[in-house]
């Protein structure tokens, strides 16, 4: 044991050095308006599964962070640990000096010196035009509104108290959507036309799920060499592998786990038949909205042999993934769970028993159409096609 251990710390000795000497110092001096004491944090990634969060004083609103990162990377600052999400400002920092400009209540409009990247970052939000100022103040009433809905969840609120809310999460994102859209579109025709940019490797994993593989794929392959083998570069390659593993012409992976009913089930046990795999989760509004329309595919098809299975992401809340299926009518067809673990995922463990890593689901609904040889022939949602072509595929297959 004691070997074991010595081991253990050389390792992470090592581990310690090797990140030392690739990563490059930088250093921000900053001013804060509107407050003049307390402390001001900053978290950036310094490597594919590491995170960094720096705290300093701020004496008379000026302060000081430093530290080293391997190449320009996203940095989020904010004053209260707690709720970070309240209000925080999205910088792109570099190994160099930076200046950095803050006014409380005001963080949105941070002001960075001396980083190219957030030059680039901020041509491309600006190349968002209007629909960025009218998207985030009901981004921030989504999320607030969000907070308060997670933590009514948490206090095992009765659907009586939380229904309103959804209600309204419902309208806001409604409201969003549009301004969303055209802000969808101008960074993604930013990451097309800059794919030398950090901010475009970092930024495209967000979008891939609004993109098909072949954009995806022809984006990164258009990145030099250098961006490609960044940390950035190969979380794009990962979800890439993940997107293609779950797009049409791939096998579908064979998951087997415990049902709803605690009774074994298998992707192999369905073999001869069409199966469409359906991602949801009890709290995804959209997901739930469509719940009727996957009823009525399930009614006209079910005897020329399609069955569906739901994926949820409900590890956290057996009782709502339950009440959610019984709500909704949906115990009709068979329910699993995906295997999310959340203290693998703050680890940076790998979990072989999440079923959404094997068919690249990083966005809900996402629904998954397997022949009976076990080949995916289609996805739709997040890196796919829309329920349009879903609808006209059955079409097709049971005409």
């Given at each position: 044991m004691k070997k074991t251990s010595q081991f253990i710390t050389y390792s992470i000795l090592l581990a310690n050095i090797c990140y030392a000497q690739?990563?490059?110092?930088?250093?921000?001096?900053?001013?804060?308006?509107?407050?003049?004491?307390?402390?001001?944090?900053?978290?950036?990634?310094?490597?594919?599964?590491?995170?960094?969060?720096?705290?300093?004083?701020?004496?008379?609103?000026?302060?000081?962070?430093?530290?080293?990162?391997?190449?320009?990377?996203?940095?989020?600052?904010?004053?209260d640990r707690n709720a970070r999400m309240s209000e925080s400002a999205q910088i792109f920092i570099e190994p160099s000096k930076m200046n950095l400009a803050l006014t409380k209540g005001e963080f949105d409009k941070a002001k960075l010196s001396g980083s190219k990247a957030q030059e680039e970052y901020k041509r491309m939000e600006s190349a968002c035009g209007n629909a960025l100022q009218k998207l985030m103040p009901l981004r921030k009433s989504y999320d607030k509104l969000n907070e308060e809905y997670i933590k009514a969840r948490r206090e095992k609120k009765d659907s009586a108290f939380t229904a309103p809310m959804l209600q309204k999460l419902d309208q806001i994102k409604g409201q969003m959507e549009p301004y969303s859209e055209e802000v969808s579109t101008a960074r993604k025709d930013f990451i097309e036309k800059n794919p030398g940019s950090y901010v475009s490797a970092y930024m495209l994993r967000s979008y891939l799920n609004d993109m098909n593989l072949a954009r995806g794929e022809k984006i990164y392959s258009s990145m030099p060499a250098g961006i490609r083998e960044s940390m950035y570069g190969k979380a794009v390659k990962k979800d890439l592998e993940g997107l293609r593993q779950g797009s049409p012409g791939s096998e579908a992976y064979v998951f087997a786990t415990k049902d709803i009913n605690g009774n074994m089930l298998s992707l192999a046990d369905f073999k001869g038949k069409?199966?469409?795999?359906?991602?949801?989760?009890?709290?995804?509004?959209?997901?739930?909205?469509?719940?009727?329309?996957?009823?009525?595919?399930?009614?006209?098809?079910?005897?020329?042999?399609?069955?569906?299975?739901?994926?949820?992401?409900?590890?956290?809340?057996?009782?709502?993934?339950?009440?959610?299926?019984?709500?909704?009518?949906?115990?009709?067809?068979?329910?699993?769970?995906?295997?999310?673990?959340?203290?693998?995922?703050?680890?940076?463990?790998?979990?072989?028993?999440?079923?959404?890593?094997?068919?690249?689901?990083?966005?809900?609904?996402?629904?998954i159409l397997i022949d009976p040889k076990g080949m995916i022939i289609g996805r739709y949602g997040g890196g796919g096609e829309n329920d349009e072509a879903m609808d006209k595929k059955m079409e097709e297959i049971f005409r």
């Open positions: 690739s990563g490059k110092p930088f250093s921000i001096d900053g001013k804060l308006s509107g407050q003049q004491t307390g402390k001001i944090y900053m978290t950036y990634q310094v490597d594919e599964n590491k995170y960094q969060t720096d705290s300093t004083e701020l004496k008379n609103g000026s302060f000081t962070f430093s530290g080293q990162i391997p190449h320009p990377v996203s940095a989020s600052v904010y004053l069409y199966v469409l795999v359906d991602f949801w989760a009890s709290w995804c509004g959209p997901c739930r909205k469509g719940n009727p329309h996957l009823k009525n595919l399930y009614s006209k098809y079910k005897d020329k042999g399609l069955e569906i299975i739901g994926i949820s992401d409900d590890d956290r809340d057996l009782a709502a993934w339950k009440k959610a299926v019984e709500q909704d009518g949906i115990g009709i067809w068979k329910h699993v769970l995906r295997g999310f673990d959340m203290q693998k995922l703050l680890k940076h463990e790998p979990n072989p028993d999440d079923i959404s890593n094997y068919y690249g689901i990083h966005t809900l609904p996402t629904k």
